[in-house]
């Protein structure tokens, strides 16, 4: 299987970034093989995009994880900072309800005692929420609405 057609396999299960099809494609490479000229031929015809794979990372990643957790995935790919701003912005706003959400599937019954408060804003913690956003999401998930 040429390396063209390996990367374009890659590309139609799901997006990658530049520097993950990199990794993958790197152990195939062959004699007369130019990787960097190939990655260049992808992004130009659109069938690679950094743009649409942190698009692509936030959907799977933001309804079970925190803005830490998930910007740290994304400098781990080298995405742009100009993309990373935006993506900050976004991810910032709704951080609060994604907490919120995450603690009460994990903990629908509210905590009795400080352990299981403490326990509660560690899960939150280990999911790469704020410091802010857990403390808010510990004092509003199980007030009544209304």
């Known amino acids: 299987m040429s390396l063209k057609a390996r990367a374009l ?9 530049r520097v993950e099809l990199m990794q993958k494609l790197r152990p ?8 960097e000229h190939l990655i260049a031929f992808l992004q130009a015809s659109n069938f690679l995009s950094d743009k649409r794979f942190s698009e692509s990372l936030l959907n ?25 701003s935006v993506i900050k912005i976004n991810l910032r706003e709704s951080e609060l309800a994604r907490a919120n959400e995450v603690l009460l599937k994990k903990f629908p019954i509210a905590p009795v005692d400080y352990a299981g408060k403490a326990q509660c804003m560690r899960f939150l913690a280990q999911r790469g929420f704020t410091g802010r956003a857990i403390e808010l999401a510990i004092e509003l998930a199980w007030k009544p609405e209304g």
């Open 9 to 17: 396999r890659y590309l139609s299960q799901r997006e990658h970034s």
């Open 28 to 35: 195939y490479l062959q004699e007369g093989d130019d990787l």
């Open 60 to 84: 799977r990643r933001q309804t079970r994880f925190g803005n830490q957790k998930i910007l740290a995935e994304l400098h781990s790919h080298q995405m742009s900072e100009e993309d990373l």
